[in-house]
């Protein structure tokens, strides 16, 4: 059974930064990408930043600059290093894996970030 599990939410003040990790477990036949979502109350969801098997990344356009994704593939470790945070970032954040031939999405069940005074 496929299970990915974050750490590293919590509660930061403005300006200061957090590190989330995501580590997949279970058989996955081949990880095509994977990724950071979040989704803050009243809002859609939204795709963060996002690492092709290749080594290839995407951020949203608020985060970038200060946001770094990075994953280690022998280990499953998929990171989200966030840097200068905003109170715009509080959110829940969720860890997304696509893997297997037919591209089927696996999601952790969420951490918390908030960024307050």
């Known amino acids: 059974q496929v299970q990915l599990v974050e750490s590293g939410g919590g509660l930061v003040q403005p300006g200061g930064s957090l590190r989330l990790s995501c580590a997949a477990s279970?058989?996955?036949?081949?990880?095509?990408?994977m990724g950071w979502y979040r989704q803050a109350p009243g809002k859609q969801r939204e795709l963060v930043a996002s690492i092709s098997r290749g080594g290839q990344t995407n951020y949203v356009d608020s985060v970038k600059g200060r946001f770094t994704i990075s994953s280690n593939n022998a280990e499953k470790v998929v990171y989200l290093q966030m840097n200068s945070l905003k109170p715009e970032d509080t959110a829940v954040y969720y860890c997304?894996?696509?893997?297997?031939?037919?591209?089927?999405?696996?999601w952790g069940q969420g951490t918390q970030v908030t960024v307050s005074s």
């Open positions: 279970g058989i996955l036949f081949r990880v095509h990408s």
């Open positions: 997304q894996c696509r893997a297997g031939p037919d591209d089927y999405d696996y």
